[in-house]
């Protein structure tokens, strides 16, 4: 398993060992994306074990150090400080992370005689390695991902009648108040209970254009809903009356 | 804050039509380092890649959140390698990265910790 960049110096000033070829990763042999004075280093690995494995470019062997340090500040409070050393580290680990994570899914493809990697081998792969807790929330987001790219997109405006179906969640009775507090009514069984972290606040899956549809398509559903509240039934139109469609969700 | 477009803003916070939005991760840049992780990957699902950018996001949050811990130990405010490294060697399930943080510390010293880790 011939990795590139064996030989050449590490990025961090404070470790001058160079060769550390126990290491598993390509790149953090060589991480120079904002030192220019190494610039010259990241071309020489042209000369260095290039003869069967192409050439791969320092910065391409990482996650943009900008997007990295965006989700590290999401979990700290706004006054905490990250050094540019931390910052470098937690980029390698992202990469090793990824390909730890590789080698077993690929592992796996090949045991089953498959050529491709799929998205439950990596799945599975990071509860084989530990990441259990990561496994539930991957799958939801897979899911969610392939429904949307099922649905076509005008066929997801046109799901607004199944979706607006409140029977099975709303419970019967007086459910005024319960009905007002209903935001976002699009996908109540995806309601993201673990920390995804989304920038969006509010209902991201609420956009103010698809209110007005809504409200179209939403009275004859409404007034057919003989097992929801009767307060809902009277006043669908009423119930998003109150949610004004121009403000942008923020 | 950039406002999701009319159609991204369905999906899944606008990274997963292809485009990156301001929390997502480049898929491609993770597919190239899938494919050099020197395992002999021939073929890479297009789906792969997404998981991915959701698992290294959860991912960084938790290695972020550990070492942030170690930074209030040390009653500090900034976030330092060695706060990376103490996080690195007191969780089980990131003992793939102790060689790799432990450039910056005495080996010893992290043999040490391994073995009373291992122990317990």
Redesign the interface.
Known sequence: ???MGGGLP?R?A??P?PA?S?????G?AVGNTSNPANATGSTGNNTAQSTHRPV?RVQ?????IA??V???R???PP?????E??K???Q????????????E???RSQREQR?????E???WA?SK???EN?VD??NV??H???E??NSD?SQ?MKREHPLMDYGPAVPSGPAGPQVAMMPPPLLPHFVPEF??????RGP??L?P??IEIFLDGGSSTGAAEGGSSSSFGAQDKNWLGGFDPSA??? | MRQPGRYSGLTMCGGISGRTGPHSLPLARIKKIMKNSGEDVKMISGEAPIVFSKACEMFIEELTRRSWMTTLEGKRRTVHKDDVASAVVATGIFDFLVSLVSGSCCSEDITLVEIETLKS
């Not at chain 1, 390698?92 to 080698?103: D, G, H």
């Not at chain 1, 050529?115 to 998205?119: C, D, G």
């Not at chain 1, 920390?195 to 969006?200: A, D, I, K, V």
């Open positions: 398993m011939e990795r590490r961090h404070n470790s060992n550390n126990n290491n598993s990763g390509d953090h791969v391409d062997q990482h996650m943009p997007n990295v965006r989700i590290m999401r979990v700290l006054h905490a400080k990250i050094t050393a931390a470098e580290t937690v390698e680990c992202v990469s090793e992370y990824i390909a730890f994570i590789t080698a899914a690929n592992q050529k491709t990697v799929s998205a081998d990596i799945i990071m390695l530990g990441f990561y929330p991957l987001f897979l969610r991902y392939r949307s790219e997109r997801f920390p995804l972290g989304f920038e969006q991201p899956m956009d254009s698809m942008q969700s923020k």
